[in-house]
């Protein structure tokens, strides 16, 4: 790319070199524009007689191309691209979804000297409408090598960033204490409400028992009978782990345990397990508070159906640090 000053009759189709201001200090048009024929003769018309510009060379691509092909290659789901000022693309979810991105691939490209990738964290919920990722490329040009670069590590790794829907989750919610059932369902019912309602959902199955494993099994089973898209355990102990009543009772019904202790301040009991593909979460003490716990990280990956490991469960440290 080389920047050079020309007559403004012959700038069509180039590239501002700089921000072009009226005498009274307006802008008039921003650094980075392509100037067409109307555009042209509106400077005629602010009586400026040259204009400093930008040419590509050979084996450049302009930016907002660049910036266009990276964010068509990077992203798949309920999104969608719009282009910006300033060689940028901004990618928007285009329903409720949960936002999975792939963070070692987001670092390696953001290693390179074309461009660069913001995203929202991973497993954040987004809101139809949202902005959940921007592709910025560098000033005026980006040399195609390095696009074919960081398009060739995407279309080799997968999608750097998934926008998977949360359509019509159904989510049952088995409320247990040693003494009384109900004292559970009395306790935590407003707070799961609450924290549902945060995602646009409402639980769909509640049911309360006595924290003793027999019934806490049968509970479940009867929860897991009606194809839940995940089951939530409010508890009003804090239980010690798998050994512990509701953990025998998940193995009793067949759950597969994916992940004890998560590390997250609050929700480090956490206990995750499946029945085959529905999810299974005990978080002791996270149902008393509606502020953020280890519950607000995962559920979004579960309302959207993505099955999340134990791994993932532990990459949560890094800013697992909530309150």
């Given amino acids: 790319m080389r920047a050079l000053t020309v007559d403004v009759r012959q700038s069509t189709g180039r590239i501002l070199c700089c921000t072009i201001f009226r005498s009274g200090g307006k802008k008039l048009l921003a650094k980075g524009h392509v100037?067409?024929?109307?555009?042209?003769?509106?400077?005629?018309?602010?009586?400026?007689?040259?204009?400093?510009?930008?040419?590509?060379?050979?084996?450049e691509i302009s930016e907002d191309a660049a910036v266009s092909q990276a964010a068509a290659e990077m992203g798949c789901g309920s999104l969608e691209i719009r282009l910006a000022a300033g060689g940028r693309a901004n990618l928007f979810a285009t329903e409720d979804c949960c936002v999975l991105v792939d963070d070692?691939?987001?670092?390696?490209?953001?290693?390179?000297?074309?461009?660069?990738?913001?995203?929202?964290?991973?497993?954040?919920?987004?809101?139809?409408?949202?902005?959940?990722?921007?592709?910025k490329s560098a000033p005026f040009?980006?040399?195609?090598?390095?696009?074919?670069?960081?398009?060739?590590?995407?279309?080799?790794?997968?999608?750097?960033?998934?926008?998977?829907?949360?359509?019509?989750?159904?989510?049952?919610?088995l409320y247990t204490d040693p003494v009384q059932g109900d004292r559970a369902?009395?306790?935590?019912?407003?707070?799961?409400?609450?924290r549902l309602e945060r995602l646009g959902v409402q639980p769909t199955f509640a049911l309360a028992v006595n924290e003793e494993e027999t019934a806490v099994a049968r509970g479940l089973q009867h929860l897991l009978r009606t194809n839940p898209t995940c089951v939530m355990i409010a508890s009003t102990t804090a239980p010690a782990g798998p050994d512990d009543t509701i953990g025998q009772a998940m193995s009793r019904v067949g759950c597969h345990l994916e992940r004890f202790l998560a590390p997250v301040e609050p929700g480090n009991l956490m206990l995750l397990a499946y029945k085959e593909d529905v999810p299974v979460l005990s978080a002791p003490g996270c149902f008393r508070s509606a502020k953020p716990n280890v519950v607000d990280l995962v559920l979004p990956p579960m309302l959207a159906r993505y099955r999340v490991s134990g791994w993932e469960i532990a990459c949560l440290g890094h800013g697992g640090l909530l309150a």
Avoid: H, Y
């Fill in 35 to 59: 100037l067409s024929e109307e555009d042209v003769r509106l400077l005629e018309g602010e009586g400026l007689g040259q204009v400093w510009v930008t040419e590509l060379e050979d084996g």
């Fill in 104 to 135: 070692e691939l987001l670092r390696q490209i953001n290693c390179t000297a074309s461009m660069v990738i913001s995203t929202t964290p991973n497993f954040s919920f987004a809101r139809a409408g949202q902005r959940i990722a921007t592709v």
């Fill in 185 to 194: 369902r009395q306790l935590f019912e407003p707070i799961v409400r609450q």
């Fill in 141 to 173: 040009a980006v040399a195609q090598d390095q696009l074919e670069a960081v398009i060739g590590i995407v279309r080799e790794r997968g999608p750097l960033l998934q926008a998977r829907p949360i359509r019509k989750p159904a989510v049952a919610v």
